[in-house]
Nanobody
């Protein structure tokens, strides 16, 4: 079992920055993929960024060059540094863990970007 707890959301003006944190506990594998998804009001949940182990990172096109995902050396925690935020970045951000057929989600943290 893997448990995930997000923190760091809030209200920020367009152009500002926020850093999200996800604290993981339980049986976290070094080979797992952890990442961030977001869901805007009335829209489906979408991938924002993922990192596998300490290796490959993947970003959705709309955040490339603005967001940076990172992971601690013990593989349990990830972060999302969000810069140059836009109103369209508004949503609930969820931490996600996946290893083979197992996955876990955090409860989410709200990010609101005002124009």
């Amino acid at each position: 079992q893997v448990q995930l707890v997000e923190s760091g959301g809030g209200l920020v003006q367009a152009g500002g920055s926020l850093k999200l944190s996800c604290s993981g506990s339980g049986s976290i594998s070094s080979l797992s993929t952890m990442g961030w998804y977001r869901q805007a009001p009335g829209k489906q949940r979408e991938l924002v960024a993922t990192v596998t182990g300490h290796g490959p990172k993947n970003y959705t096109e709309s955040v490339k060059g603005r967001f940076i995902i990172s992971r601690t050396t013990n593989w349990k925690n990830i972060f999302l540094q969000m810069n140059s935020l836009k109103p369209e970045d508004t949503g609930v951000y969820y931490c996600h863990y996946r290893r083979l057929s197992y996955e876990s989600w955090g409860q989410g943290t709200q990010v609101t970007v005002s124009s």
